[in-house]
C-alpha cells in the first residue's frame, strides 16, 4: 500500500492486512445469525403436521388469505423508530452509496524557499501555502441487521487527489532553498522555484451497533485508516542545472473506536437529521522516503528512507439530512470531518533528514508530529432491504 519511491514497496499482504481481512470474515459470519436462528425458528412448513380441527370447531370461519394470519408490519411511530430502521421495518440489510467531496486546509508551516541571500532573505515559498482544492470518491456502507434491533457495519471510502502546487516568479540567482531543508545551509542560487503537494486517504472500518429502540444507538468497532502524502521541490539553479526535492510519507493507522449515532431532529415524516461521532486511539506505522538530486556537469544524489511506529488518534464527525422517498430508499445530503493526529507529514521531515551535510554524519528519521483536518459534504442513497 505505501508509495514510496525508488522501488521500496510492501508485499500485498502484510499482518495488518491479514488482520483486517480475518476480522472482516468473522464480523460477515457472525451477522448471518439473525438468518440461521430465523430458520431454527419456524423450520421448513413442509414438516409442520396438520391441524386437526374437531367436529364441534367445524362451524368457525377461518380467513381464507393466509398472509392475514401472519404478523402485520407495524405503522411508522411518531418520531423515527431507531437508528436505521427509521419505518420500523426490521430489514435485513441496510447499504448506503455515497460521493465524498472534500477540502484539506494543508500541512502546517514549513519554509520551502526564500529570498537571496539566505541570511538576510525572507520565505517567499512556505507549506502552509500549498492550499489544496476539492477532492472526491466513493464511500460505501453496508449494514448487516442482527435482528436485535443492531446492526453489523461495513464501510469503506478512499479519496484522492489533494493537489496544490505553487510557482515563484522567474528571477536571476533570487531565491535559495530555505534553511534547514535537508539540515543544510543553502549555498546554491536559484533562478526558478517550484513546489507542489499530493495527498489522499482511506479508510475501512467493522463496527458492531448495539440493539437500540429510540434514538440514540451507541457503536464500537475496528478501523483503518491510511494517509499518504508526496512533496516536489523543482528548482533551476543559476547555472541551469535542475535541483529535485522529493519526500513521500505513508501512514498506515489501526485502532479500535467507539462512537455514536443519533437523530438530531425528525418528527416522524419524511424528512429527519442524523448526526454521527466516532473517536479512537491509534496504532500508526509511519514511513518517509527522502531524495535529492542535483543535475549539470558533476551531478548530486542522495536518498533515504525510514520508519517508526507511535499512537495517533482518529475522530470523525458528521450530519446528515434525510429524505425518504419511499418506504425503502433515501435520499441523504450532509457534512462530514475528519481529524488525525500523530502523523508523518512530507514538509516535516525535511528538517529531520540530513542529507548533503558535508560537516556532519548523515542522519534520517522520521517525523509524527504532524496532523491533518479533512471536511466536506456528502451526497448519496440509502436501500433497505
Given at each position: 500500500?505505501?508509495?514510496?519511491?525508488?522501488?521500496?514497496?510492501?508485499?500485498?499482504?502484510?499482518?495488518?492486512?491479514?488482520?483486517?481481512?480475518?476480522?472482516?470474515?468473522?464480523?460477515?459470519?457472525?451477522?448471518?445469525?439473525?438468518?440461521?436462528?430465523?430458520?431454527?425458528?419456524?423450520?421448513?412448513?413442509?414438516?409442520?403436521?396438520?391441524?386437526?380441527?374437531?367436529p364441534?370447531?367445524?362451524?368457525?370461519e377461518?380467513?381464507?388469505?393466509?398472509?392475514?394470519?401472519?404478523?402485520?408490519?407495524q405503522?411508522?411511530?411518531?418520531?423515527?423508530?431507531?437508528?436505521?430502521?427509521?419505518?420500523?421495518?426490521?430489514?435485513?440489510?441496510?447499504?448506503?452509496?455515497?460521493?465524498?467531496?472534500?477540502?484539506?486546509?494543508?500541512?502546517?508551516?514549513?519554509?520551502?524557499?526564500?529570498?537571496?541571500?539566505?541570511?538576510?532573505?525572507?520565505?517567499?515559498?512556505?507549506?502552509?501555502?500549498?492550499?489544496?482544492?476539492?477532492?472526491?470518491?466513493?464511500?460505501?456502507?453496508?449494514?448487516?441487521?442482527?435482528?436485535?434491533?443492531?446492526?453489523?457495519?461495513?464501510?469503506?471510502?478512499?479519496?484522492?487527489?489533494?493537489?496544490?502546487?505553487?510557482?515563484?516568479?522567474?528571477?536571476?540567482?533570487?531565491?535559495?532553498?530555505?534553511?534547514?531543508?535537508?539540515?543544510?545551509?543553502?549555498?546554491?542560487?536559484?533562478?526558478?522555484?517550484?513546489?507542489?503537494?499530493?495527498?489522499?486517504?482511506?479508510?475501512?472500518?467493522?463496527?458492531?451497533?448495539?440493539?437500540?429502540?429510540?434514538?440514540?444507538?451507541?457503536?464500537?468497532?475496528?478501523?483503518?485508516v491510511?494517509?499518504?502524502?508526496?512533496?516536489?521541490?523543482?528548482?533551476?539553479?543559476?547555472?541551469?542545472?535542475?535541483?529535485?526535492?522529493?519526500?513521500?510519507?505513508?501512514?498506515d493507522?489501526?485502532?479500535?473506536?467507539?462512537?455514536?449515532?443519533?437523530?438530531?431532529?425528525?418528527?416522524?415524516?419524511?424528512?429527519?437529521?442524523?448526526?454521527?461521532?466516532?473517536?479512537?486511539?491509534?496504532?500508526?506505522?509511519?514511513?518517509?522516503?527522502?531524495?535529492?538530486?542535483?543535475?549539470?556537469?558533476?551531478?548530486?544524489f542522495?536518498?533515504?528512507?525510514?520508519?517508526?511506529?507511535r499512537?495517533?488518534?482518529?475522530?470523525?464527525?458528521?450530519?446528515?439530512?434525510?429524505?425518504?422517498?419511499?418506504?425503502?430508499?433515501?435520499?441523504?445530503?450532509?457534512?462530514?470531518?475528519?481529524?488525525?493526529?500523530?502523523?508523518a507529514?512530507?514538509?516535516?521531515?525535511?528538517?529531520?533528514?540530513?542529507?548533503?551535510?558535508?560537516?556532519?554524519?548523515?542522519?534520517?528519521a522520521?517525523?509524527?508530529?504532524?496532523?491533518?483536518?479533512?471536511?466536506?459534504?456528502?451526497?448519496?442513497?440509502?436501500?433497505?432491504?
Amino acid at each position: 500500500m505505501d508509495r514510496l519511491r525508488e522501488g521500496r514497496f510492501r508485499p500485498w499482504l502484510n499482518n495488518g492486512d491479514l488482520a483486517v481481512l480475518l476480522a472482516a470474515m468473522m464480523f460477515l459470519l457472525l451477522g448471518f445469525v439473525r438468518h440461521v436462528r430465523g430458520e431454527a425458528a419456524f423450520g421448513d412448513g413442509a414438516t409442520t403436521p396438520p391441524v386437526e380441527i374437531a367436529p364441534e370447531e367445524t362451524m368457525l370461519e377461518f380467513p381464507q388469505d393466509t398472509y392475514a394470519l401472519r404478523p402485520q408490519r407495524q405503522p411508522a411511530c411518531e418520531i423515527p423508530c431507531r437508528v436505521l430502521d427509521p419505518l420500523d421495518q426490521c430489514p435485513c440489510w441496510t447499504g448506503r452509496a455515497e460521493a465524498l467531496m472534500l477540502w484539506w486546509d494543508g500541512p502546517q508551516s514549513t519554509p520551502l524557499f526564500s529570498t537571496a541571500p539566505a541570511s538576510s532573505g525572507t520565505v517567499a515559498l512556505d507549506a502552509a501555502g500549498l492550499q489544496s482544492g476539492m477532492a472526491a470518491g466513493p464511500r460505501f456502507s453496508l449494514f448487516r441487521h442482527t435482528g436485535d434491533t443492531g446492526q453489523i457495519e461495513f464501510t469503506y471510502f478512499f479519496v484522492d487527489g489533494f493537489t496544490a502546487a505553487n510557482t515563484l516568479p522567474g528571477t536571476t540567482g533570487g531565491y535559495v532553498v530555505s534553511p534547514g531543508v535537508l539540515c543544510c545551509s543553502p549555498v546554491t542560487r536559484l533562478n526558478e522555484a517550484s513546489a507542489a503537494l499530493g495527498s489522499s486517504i482511506q479508510s475501512f472500518e467493522l463496527n458492531r451497533r448495539l440493539p437500540t429502540a429510540g434514538r440514540w444507538q451507541w457503536l464500537a468497532g475496528f478501523r483503518w485508516v491510511q494517509w499518504n502524502e508526496d512533496l516536489a521541490m523543482d528548482a533551476v539553479t543559476s547555472l541551469s542545472d535542475p535541483l529535485a526535492i522529493r519526500n513521500d510519507t505513508n501512514n498506515d493507522l489501526y485502532g479500535m473506536q467507539i462512537g455514536a449515532d443519533t437523530f438530531l431532529w425528525g418528527n416522524g415524516g419524511p424528512f429527519w437529521i442524523e448526526g454521527i461521532g466516532k473517536a479512537g486511539l491509534f496504532y500508526n506505522r509511519a514511513a518517509q522516503f527522502t531524495s535529492y538530486s542535483l543535475g549539470g556537469p558533476q551531478p548530486e544524489f542522495a536518498a533515504g528512507g525510514t520508519s517508526t511506529s507511535r499512537a495517533a488518534f482518529v475522530g470523525e464527525l458528521g450530519a446528515t439530512a434525510v429524505w425518504q422517498m419511499n418506504d425503502w430508499l433515501a435520499l441523504r445530503l450532509g457534512w462530514v470531518a475528519f481529524w488525525l493526529g500523530g502523523i508523518a507529514q512530507s514538509p516535516n521531515q525535511l528538517d529531520n533528514n540530513c542529507l548533503l551535510c558535508d560537516d556532519s554524519l548523515q542522519t534520517l528519521a522520521t517525523d509524527t508530529g504532524g496532523s491533518a483536518f479533512v471536511n466536506g459534504l456528502t451526497l448519496g442513497l440509502e436501500a433497505r432491504w
